[in-house]
């Protein structure tokens, strides 16, 4: 079955403590993204990644760190620098070509007690 | 600057049509993407324009006006699953035109009752 994996769909954390929220996909994306989700507001872009070993940053990466080392895996490390981590995180990828649609992982939802 | 609005909310009757419109100002305008997302659940790819005109895809249709700057978003005989959250997402790519990003509204929460 083709598509896009996030694990855990809930986490818990304390204040202070760095967590990495997984995302893989077996679409053969070479794009992935991970936004995150608050009542009342739009997705926001956190971080990007266009290609294998490389990423930017999107319009709230502060607090935030990614990696790309395989093309199906794009982890998001949510780190004690953030300053109000409680959020629903949403993985995307893309063909990055033509369309280019993004289609989204089933989510996780961070607590930070 | 870049912005998108949307209605917040909007209730509608089972069986009947509504039209959820989206308004958008985007330095770069390369798309317009409409989304569903069912409380607690991901996002599900609905419908995508580029050019003027209307898009239809079963009960769901999306047009687009870009020197308007207005899409919107049609749903036919509606069920009771169509309760949910409609995104518009505006695809942008920005001042170099080396990016493509989308841009998202805050979404339609709409309710359908019997």
């Known amino acids: 079955d083709g598509g896009i994996t996030q694990s855990p769909k809930y986490l818990f954390r304390k204040e202070g403590q760095n967590v990495t929220l997984s995302c893989e996909q077996n679409l053969n994306h070479d794009a992935m993204y991970w936004y995150r989700q608050d009542p009342g507001q739009g997705l926001r872009l956190i971080y990007y990644?266009?290609?294998?070993?490389?990423?930017q940053k999107g319009d709230i990466a502060e607090g935030y760190s990614v990696s790309r080392e395989k093309k199906e895996s794009f982890p998001l490390t949510v780190t004690s620098a953030q300053k109000n981590p409680t959020a629903f995180y949403l993985c995307?990828?893309?063909?990055?070509?033509?369309?280019?649609?993004?289609?989204f992982g089933p989510g996780t939802r961070l607590t930070v007690l | 600057g870049q912005n998108i609005d949307q209605p917040t909310e909007m209730t509608a009757t089972e069986g009947a049509i509504v039209q959820i419109n989206c308004t958008y100002q985007?330095?770069?305008?390369?798309?317009l993407f409409w989304y569903q997302q069912h409380a607690g659940e991901a996002p599900t790819f609905l419908s995508y324009n580029v050019l003027d005109g209307l898009e239809e895809k079963g009960r769901f249709s999306s047009f687009l006006s870009r020197s308007k700057g207005y899409s919107y978003l049609l749903l036919k005989e509606l069920q009771m699953k169509d309760s949910a959250s409609y995104l518009c997402a505006v695809r942008d790519h920005g001042v170099s035109g080396a990016t493509n990003k989308l841009i998202f509204g805050t979404g339609t929460l709409l309710a359908v009752q019997p």
């Open positions: 995307a990828s893309s063909t990055g070509q033509g369309q280019d649609t993004q289609y």
């Open positions: 985007t330095s770069g305008f390369n798309g």
């Open positions: 990644s266009q290609i294998v070993n490389d990423f």
